[in-house]
Each structure stands twice: as C-alpha cells, then as structure tokens.
C-alpha cells in the first residue's frame, strides 16, 4: 500500500435558486459546514474497493479519477459523512468531490474544479460544491455559469424532512418552466447575485423565498412548504429549500440571530411538527485541498444568463 490522501466536501442546504431559464438548467449552491470525508489509500492491483460498500458513486468517481491521471493502480477508498441521503444536501455531490481529492491528494496530484465538475455529472446530475464558495451551476452538464465568491456567515434554522427524493429521477422529469416561473426565478437570480456581492442576507433570504414559490406554484402538495412559505412573508424571514429534496428552512444573518430570531424559527418549526429542528452553519471559510493540494485558481466566468 501507498501513502494515503484524505478530502472533504461540503453539503448544502438544497439550493438557494433552482430552475430552468431559456432551457438551460441552474442552480445556485449554498454550502454548509456539514460534509463528506474520504480517504484514499493506494494499493498495487486494479480496481478501487469502497467502504462503506454502499458508497458506488464515490467508488466510481475514484475509478474516473485514476483514469483521468494516467493511473492504472486501485487502491481502498473509505467515505464518512453525516449528510442524510436523499434530502437534498448534496450527499451524493460531497461523497464524490471529497473521494476525487482525495484520490488525487494520495498520489500528489492536483485535479481543476472544472475537471471535477465534469466527471460528477457523468456520473449522475450535481452540485456546484467542487467549487469553493456560491456558485451558479448547470447540473446536467457539470459547467460553472457564475461565480460569486465566499457564502457569508449565516444561520439556516430547518428540519431534514420525512423520506427520501431520488435526484436522478427528479431531473430526468424536466417539467417544463412556464414563461411566469422563468420571469420570477430570473427576477430570484438577480435577488440572489445582488444579495451575496453585498453580503445582505435580506436578498439573499428573498432570493430564496421567490425560487420556494416556484417550486410550490409548480404543482407541488407540500403542506410544509405552505406552512414555510406562509411564515416567511408574515414575519419577512427568507427561506431556502431542497428543490429536489426535502430540506426546508429559514435562513439569518448573525444579527439576526442574536435578536432571537432563530429561537423563534425553532419554536414555529417544531409547531408544525415536521420532524426534529436543526442549525446549519454556511459553509463561509475558503476550502485549500486538506491532505488535499491547493486547487486550481478557476478563472470567473463573466456571462450570464
């Protein structure tokens, strides 16, 4: 066996903003500080072994990995997360950004985000979490639209939600945007971009509410999401959810935090008995490759949408 390499991703807490405009699709990520670790130790045979054996699509990104590095070696790969499967926090995404670095962390390599994006989403639809900080990201096609820099320091105040959503399936649906949604998640974007330049959680919380509107107007039953929804505009909170996932919660700034507005968050989330409460910190420190190499720079894409 070889020397080992270890990496970390981030989760998320489902997307700030998601949906379809002029038929490409995006999402905006926002990053927490729960997350996926992987270690990587490689060994003189082929084929990569995984553990916990559940673990394909991490399995299947360290094979992709050492393909893309000339390697013909396989070696153990080990993943540990405490992102739930299956509720829109980008479990998934994580197992397979962390595993990449750390495949290329163990044999001293360094992998562009670009690289890393574009292998993801071979292997299934994903998050923009390769990337450091909020970024807008074509999930299918693994291509970065936007860069905005670091989340800001802020509080998500949600429950995880009953059961599980298959990301896979939910993208292949493709329910089409009618001209009224893309016009309010447009208006959402620009809430969004306005919201992280400035760090003003008020658009940023906003942004988010609008693209939960959507996703509520497009035909979903979702009595908890109502229930979000209605709160948010009676007591002007913003909100963010898993479009495909059943993550739903209030987002704050710090400030907001200490008047107490999260402990008031807590309670109605409790009240409406949508399973336990947690707090979720955004992720809002740069990730440098831990075990892992410093990664590319990735130069800001200017276009938008």
């Known amino acids: 066996m070889g020397r ?19 038929g490409m699709p995006f999402l905006v990520t926002l990053p927490i500080r729960w997350g996926t670790r992987a270690i990587f130790i490689p060994g ?40 739930p499967i299956g509720k829109g926090m980008a479990s998934s995404s994580a197992d397979v950004v962390a595993s990449m670095r750390a495949v290329s962390a163990a044999l001293g390599r360094s992998i562009p985000p670009s690289r890393m994006a574009r292998i993801a989403a071979r292997i299934e639809p994903s998050d923009g979490v390769m990337y450091d900080g909020v ?27 009953q059961g599980r959503v298959n990301t896979e399936a939910h993208h292949r649906e493709r329910i089409p945007y009618s001209a009224e949604h893309q016009k309010k998640l447009s208006l959402a ?3 969004a971009r306005e919201g992280l330049i400035q760090r003003n959680f008020a658009l940023i919380g906003e942004a988010g509410r609008l693209s939960a509107e959507v996703q509520w107007e497009r035909g979903s039953d979702d009595a908890i999401l109502e229930a ?44 409406i008995g949508a399973g336990s409460v947690f707090r979720f910190w955004t992720q809002s420190r740069k990730l ?18």
């Open 4 to 22: 080992g390499g270890w990496g970390f991703a981030s989760g998320t807490f489902g997307e700030l903003v998601q949906g379809e405009l002029n």
């Open 44 to 83: 003189p045979g082929p084929g990569v072994d995984v553990y916990p054996p559940h673990r394909k699509k991490a399995q299947i990104a360290a094979q992709q990995v050492l393909r893309y590095l000339g390697k013909t070696q396989g070696g153990l790969l080990s993943v540990s997360s405490v992102i």
């Open 135 to 161: 970024v807008v990201f074509n999930p299918r096609q693994g291509i970065i639209l936007e860069r905005w820099g670091p989340m800001p320091a802020g509080l998500i105040v949600g429950f995880v939600g």
């Open 189 to 191: 974007l620009g809430r």
């Open 228 to 271: 979000v929804l209605r709160q948010s505009l009676e007591r002007n909170w913003g909100v963010v959810i898993a479009h495909s996932g059943t993550v739903r919660g209030f987002i704050f700034s710090p400030q907001a935090v200490r008047k107490g507005k999260a402990l008031e968050a807590e309670r109605f989330l409790r009240g």
């Open 288 to 305: 440098t490759n831990q075990g892992i190499l410093e990664e590319e720079t990735v130069r800001t894409r200017r276009e938008r949408f």
